[in-house]
């Protein structure tokens, strides 16, 4: 219905000054469904279930590519945008408008309709490639690992060394001069961390990380067609196309900042080869006063867990720390977080009760509403399974907050109020969030453990590292709750792709101050408080590999550009076409890059973000550096402020994706130059 209304719309003066919104009403009602089908694919524990969102996902994703190839639709938003009609309309619906006609354009739209069938169903392919490749992730070449036997029998570890022989009867193509190591459980990890024995370590370290075969070839499937469907565009390669419209601009200034930042963490005095240095007195046979670049050369992938565990054993204390999760319930969390979002948002997270059917599973998963605390007014609502055991942590956008269009008759209150949450006073469409976590579901009695702190004997304890994620993925939560905008298209986390990690990100920053963490985390049992101690005990072994984690971090980026760029693919080779190999790209590059060099595994089959970023990996970095920025200029003094939150919220947060990031930051930091958006804003970012 919404499409005939959008196509019958150019013949009157009403109909072009509504025809925005129609576009992205029709938008929301096409994403309410596609983004439904990708949670219950990824999320739902019944394959049936499974399978029925794939077909309706692979189904509504190909209508969605039809409509962005109709040229009628695109030709009337054009001549609406172009000529005088647009002075009728908000900016948020130009903005919206600017954005669908990059959309259609980016969509192949100018093309025959002969070469707009063959970009549809390039882009459908694509789709169904990454979709295998992220269902595939997980899974290895091998679940077994030979090693030679003499190393074997050198395994101090003699009940280690009997559990592994104990399943020699189940192990694959069996040698006498060969032991096969189970890759699963703890034993991988305990070689890796304990054996003397660098060959098993190697073998071990390079199974482990080794992805099956037809995993490559689905990434260098997805990796050619993306080259090719840019190609089609005009663009110079798939990073062109991807960063036109992005805070970045180009390939060239994305590399240019990866550069920089591994130069600096390689040049610090107490930088990366500090760092590497510090392993590398504990390896064996290590020569003293030997150059930085052989240091490098010499600690291998390998060696970093067992070379970290002799650093550790060297220079703990008599005395063994505390744990810390004891401190650290699920349920301590999340109070800690509304107690923090009331002081700095004034907003509050209430539980609110689950009817029959409304959740994917009724006992562990919980409802929470966003509540403003000067309106009593619900701005949405999370959906959290903190127990998911398919699901890395991750949070989905199920729905999107807009306007309705009741005041132009393409839509009610009534008919909508059955389908989506409505504001209670306001005609408004409120988010709908999902934040899954697969941490370990504790036993109690043969029931689950509590979410909200009443089951003390009992809770879910966290690692420092999993309070991180549950704050990371807050922040997406809180992005999409605060920005609430008229239209879907731009809003909450609908933003420029390398701005969108920075809510998330400064959340990082919250959750690893003392002042913060000592101030909400409690002991399950007896009450008392986390002390500001046993965090900087706890903190300092995790930061121990910091600045490497960093330049790892930016290899992954650099790998995700040169996968994408204009080198990639040569089209006029066909032979050279079909050949291609990533996994030859990934050798050469970590062979450059140092520092842990992997020249061996096939890893970069299991780094899912070359298909769901790709070439905006680097966002992670960018937006570290600007949450950095962010939290120096508002929250360093005092990260419990209201007037720091409140002018966070106003200056990026409200906004979604409908004001330039650039000028959002230049109101957070009040740094005007920051609004040019050039190359010299790039520079202040980097060194404000």
Known sequence: MVRTMLLEAKNTEDGKLTYIRKLDQLSDILCR????AEFIRVVHPSQKWVDAAQKTHEMMFEYMNQLNTNVDLYKTLANILDLYVAKGLSDEEIEVGKYLRQDFERSGIAMDPESRDNFVAITQQISLLGSAFNNEIHNLESYWCSVPRHEFESLENNSLKQEIQSMQSRAPGQNKSEVQVPLAGHIPYTLLTNCKSEEIRKRVWIALHNSPKEQIQTLDNFIKYRALLANMLGYKSYADYQLEHKMAKNPKNVITFLRNLQETLLSKKDGVVSEVKGLYK????????????????????????????????STKSLETPESISNYLSV???????????????????VPEKTEKGETWDQIQVRKLSYVDLSTNEVLGYLYVDFWSAKVLPSHFTIVCSRELNSDIGSESRSEMENLVHLSKDSDYQLPVISLVCNFLKPKCGGRIAGFAGRDEDCPTLLTLEQVDTIFHEMGHATHSMLGRTRLHNLSGTRCQTDFVELPSVLMELFSSDPRVLCKIARHHKTGEPLSRELLEKHQSKRHALKLCEEYLQSKMALLDQVLHDENVVDFSNEQAFQQFSSTEIYHSLEKKLKVFSDEYSTWHGKFPHLFSYGAVYYSYLLDRAIAEKIWKGLFKEDPWSREAGEKYKQSILKWGGTRDPWVCLADALDEPALRKADSRAMEIIGHL
């Open 33 to 36: 469904v596609i983004d439904v």
């Open 282 to 313: 504990f390896k064996p046979n290590c020569k003293p006063l030997v150059s930085d670049e052989r240091v490098l050369n010499e600690v291998k992938p390998w060696d970093r867990d067992y070379l970290l565990a002799l650093e550790s054993t």
């Open 331 to 349: 349920g301590t969390i999340m109070s800690g977080l509304d107690k923090l979002f009331r002081s700095i948002y004034n907003v509050g997270l």
